[in-house]
């Protein structure tokens, strides 16, 4: 049987407020006056909570949590009524929300995984290189994680990530992310023996697009799959590496210069 599903998140121009977590951890500051207690219920952790409530404050321009004096538990923490009015408009989207998404099912809309692509075309960054993939593995450090994400065709992106970020985006194997990398990040190398880089991740592909410019070039590799990576490189070094239309190249750049997303 299809289901349906979806969320909603607060966005102040290119600004996300944050979505059903935050509000939840609003609501509950407000039933118990502490955010000990209401990070607890909400499943955060008392510096995760006060690092939301920070981001909200500083978003809506305005306090939304009032700090009290007390020691780390706080003691008669409270909303103030802009607060109060904000969880009231988020539990009515809320309600409303959850009426499209049944009406959309009623109709039979066999439409779940088009609904999904069409969040993805409308994720705007200024990462050249977006590439959607599913986490395969997520190696542990005592302050950075190595994240292996699959992407289509079945080459591996390695990135580099704070554990705050895995914990953050709930990465876990078998999750889709997305993995940002900027063009200016790439280095092109020429395929061949000989050639050892440190860089984690080096992508074989064929090159499909040069574009020049007046002094740099954009190279579009096409890898395994589908899946294209454009790099920016000098006028020069695409000469010498003889990239053009159909040349085999491979797409090098440092796990640390990968950002991981989720579409939640």
């Given amino acids: 049987m299809l289901e349906l599903d979806g969320s909603i998140w607060f966005r102040s121009g290119a600004q996300n407020w944050g979505g059903k977590n935050r509000i939840d951890l609003l609501a509950q500051i407000d039933a118990t006056g502490s955010i000990t207690a209401a990070a607890r219920a ?3 952790s008392y510096k995760g909570a006060w690092d939301a409530i920070d981001a909200m404050n500083n978003l ?6 009032l700090r009290a004096a007390g020691g780390k538990g706080g003691g008669g923490t409270r ?17 409303e929300h959850r009426k499209f998404m049944e009406n959309l099912a009623r109709a039979g809309l066999d439409a779940s995984g088009d609904i999904d692509l069409m969040r993805r075309f409308m994720l705007k960054t200024s990462a050249r290189n ?6 395969m593995e997520v190696r542990t450090g005592a302050v950075n994680d190595e994240v292996l994400l699959r992407i289509a065709g079945g080459q591996v992106i390695t990135a580099t990530i704070t554990r705050e970020s895995t914990q953050e985006l709930e ?8 993995a940002l990398v900027k063009a200016s990040s790439v280095i092109v190398g020429a395929p061949g023996a000989g050639l050892r880089l440190s860089a984690r991740n080096q992508l074989p592909g064929t090159v499909t697009a040069v574009r ?11 890898l395994e799959g589908g899946a294209t990576l454009a790099a920016i490189v000098t006028n020069e070094s695409a000469q010498d590496l003889g990239l053009g239309e159909g040349a085999g190249a491979v ?12 579409l939640d």
């Fill in 42 to 44: 909400v499943g955060m």
């Fill in 60 to 65: 809506a321009g305005e306090p939304l949590v």
């Fill in 79 to 95: 909303l103030t009524d802009r607060a109060r009015g904000l969880i009231a408009t988020f539990r009515v989207l809320e309600a």
């Fill in 130 to 135: 977006k590439l959607m993939g599913t986490v």
């Fill in 171 to 178: 990465l876990a194997p078998g999750k889709e992310a997305l």
């Fill in 212 to 222: 020049a410019g007046a002094v740099n070039s954009e190279i579009l590799i096409e």
């Fill in 251 to 262: 797409a090098v750049f440092k796990a640390s210069s990968v950002i991981l997303g989720v």
